[in-house]
């Protein structure tokens, strides 16, 4: 199957900080790709799509100015909370869109806790 | 907008019993999938589910699909601890999104 890393698993940073979380594809190209967010002990919510060289799309009530999205190439996409407060601390799951093949990957999960 | 529910959300079963989970959805799809999650950890796939009346089965799950009811089951044979665990449906919206369920939230007990 599909392999696809997150950096990092976990951080903890103070409120009004930026974070930065990877996602990488480690053995195909991704052209697409699903980043979710999951609160505690509740479902995983769509927040964007981002597509390799142009803009994510963003899932309504999502700020698209305080989670940036990257898809600089083809094996990287990032999202960076900006100015990060309590109410972002969340497991942030990426998932590649792999045409053609019916299971759905995911990354194992970036912890985010803002304090 | 499509709409996903599950039942029941929580669930503590008796090892060796059986039991189903259900996984409604609102609007027309063409594909659903079934996936675990274990604590503190990403997902897991289970099943994938394209046409009406799709059965697949792993061990002691077997999921199986009716598209006309908008209704998807996952079967828990002769269940063991092992399988504690939240379980998710997803259901294909549009081209590539997928809507989540609620989630069932499983505990085996020995």
């Known amino acids: 199957g599909a392999v696809v890393s997150q950096h990092p698993s976990w951080v903890i940073c103070k409120s009004g900080t930026s974070v930065k979380i990877e996602c990488r594809s480690l053995?195909?190209?991704?052209?697409?790709m699903f980043w979710y967010r999951q609160f505690p002990k509740q479902s995983l919510m769509l927040m964007a799509t981002?597509?390799?060289?142009?803009?994510?799309?963003?899932e309504q009530g999502v700020e698209k100015d305080k989670f940036l999205i990257n898809h600089a190439s083809l094996t990287l996409s990032t999202l960076t909370v900006t100015s990060a407060h309590p109410e972002d601390s969340s497991f942030y799951i990426c998932?590649?869109?792999?045409?053609?093949?019916?299971?759905?990957?995911f990354g194992p999960g970036t912890r985010l806790l803002v304090l | 907008e499509l709409k996903v529910e599950q039942n029941p959300l929580f669930l503590s079963m008796q090892e060796g019993k059986n039991y189903t989970i259900y996984c409604n959805y609102s609007?027309?799809?063409?594909?659903l999938y079934w996936y675990r999650q274990d604590p503190g950890k990403s997902l897991e796939s289970l099943f994938v589910?394209?046409?009406?009346?799709a059965v697949k089965q792993e061990g002691r799950l077997m999921a199986s699909l009716d598209t006309k009811a908008r209704l998807s089951t996952l079967h828990i044979t002769a269940a063991v601890h092992d399988l504690s665990a939240t379980y998710f449906c997803?259901?294909?919206?549009?081209?590539?999104?997928?809507?989540f369920g609620t989630g069932t939230r499983l505990k085996v007990l020995a």
């Open positions: 997803a259901v294909g919206s549009g081209t590539y999104k997928y809507i």
């Open positions: 998932s590649p869109l792999l045409t053609g093949v019916e299971t759905q990957y």
């Open positions: 589910l394209l046409s009406n009346g």
């Open positions: 609007t027309t799809s063409d594909r």
């Open positions: 981002s597509n390799e060289g142009s803009k994510a799309t963003y």
């Open positions: 053995d195909f190209q991704a052209t697409t």
